[in-house]
T-cell receptor
């Protein structure tokens, strides 16, 4: 089945130690998104790629960066995690304009990040 | 810009009773509307969407929603809920034809009481 895959599902890192979360998709979608979701809150968009074009949200801290080496993969790098970065990180994809413009998003299962 | 309001943060409902989760949006342009469900420690799953056409849309798991342009609402309904419907429900909006970003509401936690 076509899907969005996130690894690992659970990640523990130390305060200040860089960490990378990964996302892959078999849907061949143009757009890939990274969201941060804290407990009992709505997902907060950090950034997204439309093909190779990177789009950063204005309030995303510089501590968060992303790479998309090809259509299928996208990475979230947290350079120096703080305790406040503990959250669920969700990856999503959409077809973009090629999908008729509805931009329906397909989500992965998420990676729960713990910072100790 | 678009915004979404989900007034009910928590909704408890007895099993087999009907439920309505409320969603209101604000936008100066045409929009697409979505309802997503999130089970504990899972990603979001699309329940249903309104793009155009019939204002009553049916989704998975027996859910339906009605788009009301005059009231700028997109309420989610189910005639008879089950224990398995216990989850967080998010309403989301995007600008029609040209914006790849979704704006989410703050979510409604639906708890089914046996």
């Amino acid at each position: 089945d076509a899907m969005v895959i996130q690894n690992p599902r659970y990640q523990v890192t130390q305060f200040g130690k860089p960490v990378t979360l990964s996302c892959s998709q078999t849907l061949n979608h143009n757009v890939m998104y990274w969201y941060q979701q804290k407990s009992s809150q709505a997902p907060k968009l950090l950034f997204h790629y439309y093909d190779k074009d990177f789009n950063n949200e204005a309030d995303t801290p510089d501590n968060f960066q992303s790479r998309r080496p090809n259509t299928s993969f996208c990475f979230l790098d947290i350079r120096s995690p703080g305790l406040g970065d503990a959250a669920m990180y969700l990856c999503a994809t959409s077809r973009g304009f090629a999908g008729g413009g509805s931009y329906e998003q397909y989500f992965g299962p998420g990676t729960r990040l713990t910072v100790t | 810009a678009q915004s979404v309001t989900q007034l009910d943060s928590q909704v408890p409902v007895f099993e087999e009773a009907p439920v309505e989760l409320r969603c209101n949006y604000s936008s100066s342009v045409s929009v697409y509307l979505f309802w997503y469900v999130q089970y504990p420690n899972q990603g979001l799953q699309l329940l249903l969407k309104y793009l155009s056409g019939s204002t009553l849309v049916k989704g998975i798991n027996g859910f339906e929603a009605e788009f009301n342009k005059s009231q700028t609402s997109f309420h989610l309904r189910k005639p008879s809920v089950h224990i398995s419907d216990t989850a967080e429900y998010f309403c989301a909006v995007s600008r029609a034809f040209g914006n790849e970003k979704l704006t989410f509401g703050t979510g409604t936690r639906l708890t089914i009481i046996p």
